[in-house]
């Protein structure tokens, strides 16, 4: 059952995923660990996560909350989702502060890979979070090294051990986010060579944790993990199937960009969202601030 702060979330509400809009705020450029199969790009065209044509600055972000919640009904969600690790930019704090203060109604969300959760779960709350979305990739070392290549934090950076250091803060982070209120929806990327077998490992851990919600999706094969291969209908499926033993599963994931727009439910083109009021209407961000559609 979907808890009621994340209900008519588009991202957690699988009923929302047709008929609610959200927006992407893309004010997150930095990152604080490096995952093997990720591949950020400022300026791409590509539609998947780590994407962005531009970053704005808080005020920037704003004011494209203003422009697109006063032409589309639908929208009623924002959220930050990168290009970098949300709780590794200052602006996402700015930029949420700023939102919330103006738009209270709106739901507000983040995602992050949970390397400082834990620390940042009291200001999460002041800025008007109340879903966050965490990419748990393993629990158990030998699998979740073969995920990351380098962690840095509080100005040092690990290597070897660089899964145990993000681990031991995910599942902090995790229990504290559950404790203080937040809905938690965790993000697993299935790579079948590596976690393939250690997905129902994972969920029976997001239990324990409280977690409300996991997100099983394919790796697209980018980075150090382009040689790797994406998982199968029938895999995927499985893995879900385990998982959900566990924790309730979220199927409808469409791994957006970091300033998608739109009902995701409805995407229709590369990059782009079906707006709310104009039928067929295709947007990321790039449209409001250049007035040239990313695609043409």
Do not use: W
Not at 31 to 54: F, H, L, T
Not at 55 to 77: F, G, N
């Amino acid at each position: 059952m979907i808890p009621i702060k994340a209900q008519g979330h588009p991202c957690f509400d699988e009923s929302a995923h047709h008929r609610v809009g959200r927006m992407h705020i893309p004010v997150a450029p930095a990152c604080n660990i490096k995952c093997r199969y990720c591949y950020r790009e400022i300026g791409g065209s590509d539609n998947r996560p780590g994407v962005a044509y531009k970053i704005l600055k808080p005020l920037e972000a704003l004011e494209a909350v203003r422009s697109v919640v006063a032409t589309d009904e639908t929208i009623k969600v924002i959220g930050v989702a990168g290009p970098g690790d949300a709780l590794a930019n200052d602006a996402t704090f700015s930029s949420l502060a700023l939102i919330h203060k103006e738009f209270p109604h709106l739901k507000k969300c983040i995602s992050t890979n949970g390397l400082r959760l834990a620390e940042c779960v009291d200001d999460l709350v002041r800025v008007g979070v109340s879903t966050i979305s965490v990419t748990v990739n393993a629990v158990k070392p030998s699998v979740g090294r073969e995920f990351y290549r380098k962690v840095r934090l509080n100005g040092r950076n690990y290597f070897e051990n660089a899964f145990d250091v993000l681990s031991a803060r995910q599942l902090m982070g995790l229990e504290a986010a559950v404790s203080e209120g937040l809905i938690v929806k965790v993000n697993t990327v299935l790579v079948p060579e590596l976690n393939g077998n250690h997905i129902e490992d994972i969920a029976r851990t997001l239990k324990t944790l409280g977690v409300s919600l996991m997100n099983i999706m394919p790796l697209k094969p980018l980075g150090d993990m382009s040689g790797y291969r994406a998982p199968t209908c029938l895999e995927l499926e499985e893995a879900r199937y385990y998982a959900e033993k566990h924790v309730e599963q979220f199927r409808a994931c469409k791994q957006c960009r970091a300033d998608a727009v739109g009902i995701p439910g409805l995407a229709t083109h590369p990059g782009h969202d079906n707006g709310a009021k104009g039928a067929g209407e295709r947007r990321t961000l790039t449209d409001i601030f250049t007035g040239v559609p990313l695609y043409h």
